[in-house]
C-alpha cells in the first residue's frame, strides 16, 4: 500500500564483524555467562571447537536493521513504530568470534488495519551460510 508507512518488498541490511569484545560486553551485561560464550577451554573440547556469539546478540542485531528500515518515514510520520516481537527466530549455525554477519531486513506483509507491518530476517555470514531467521513485527502508533 502506498499510503502505509512503509511498503512490502522494502529492505535494509546491517554488517558488522563480531569480536570477542562485542561478545563479552553482552555477556556482562545480559549476565549469560554460559561457556559456550566465554570459556574458551570448555568450547575447544566441543564439536565447534570454538567460542560462540549469543543468539540474542544475533536478534539485536536484527534489531539494528529494523531501525535502518524505518529511518527514512521516522521523522515525516504521524505514528511512533513499536516492536511488537520477533517470531520463528532460529538460530540455524554458530556465530563465531571474527565472523562478518549480514543481516537482510525485508518487509513482507502490511496490516493497514492493524497498523502492523511484518517483516522476513535473515542473517548470513561471510562465507554465505545462513546463521539465523525470524519474523518482525513493527506496530505504527498514531501520535496524539
Known amino acids: 500500500m502506498s499510503d502505509f508507512y512503509v511498503k512490502v518488498g522494502d529492505t535494509a541490511t546491517f554488517a558488522k564483524t563480531v569480536g570477542e569484545t562485542d561478545?563479552?560486553?553482552?555477556?556482562?551485561?545480559?549476565?549469560?555467562?554460559?561457556p559456550n560464550h566465554v570459556d574458551k577451554s570448555y568450547m575447544e573440547k566441543s564439536k565447534?571447537?570454538?567460542?560462540?556469539?549469543?543468539?540474542?546478540?544475533?536478534?539485536?542485531?536484527m534489531s539494528t536493521a529494523s531501525t535502518l528500515a524505518i529511518a527514512h518515514v521516522r521523522e515525516a510520520a504521524d505514528a511512533t513504530p513499536v516492536s511488537l516481537g520477533y517470531d520463528r527466530v532460529r538460530f540455524l549455525a554458530?556465530?563465531?568470534f571474527g565472523d562478518t554477519i549480514t543481516v537482510e531486513y525485508r518487509i513482507s506483509a502490511?496490516?493497514?488495519?492493524?497498523?502492523?507491518?511484518?517483516?522476513d530476517?535473515?542473517?548470513?555470514?561471510?562465507?554465505?551460510?545462513?546463521?539465523?531467521?525470524?519474523?518482525?513485527?513493527?506496530?505504527?502508533?498514531?501520535?496524539e
Request: glycine residues 12%; hydrophobic residues 45%.
Open 94 to 96: 554458530p556465530v563465531h
Open 48 to 61: 565447534y571447537g570454538r567460542l560462540q556469539a549469543h543468539g540474542a546478540l544475533m536478534v539485536g542485531f
Open 23 to 34: 561478545v563479552y560486553l553482552f555477556a556482562g551485561i545480559t549476565g549469560d555467562l554460559s
Open 110 to 119: 502490511i496490516d493497514p488495519g492493524r497498523r502492523r507491518s511484518t517483516a
Open 121 to 143: 530476517i535473515a542473517i548470513t555470514n561471510q562465507d554465505g551460510v545462513l546463521v539465523a531467521v525470524g519474523t518482525h513485527i513493527l506496530k505504527w502508533v498514531k501520535n
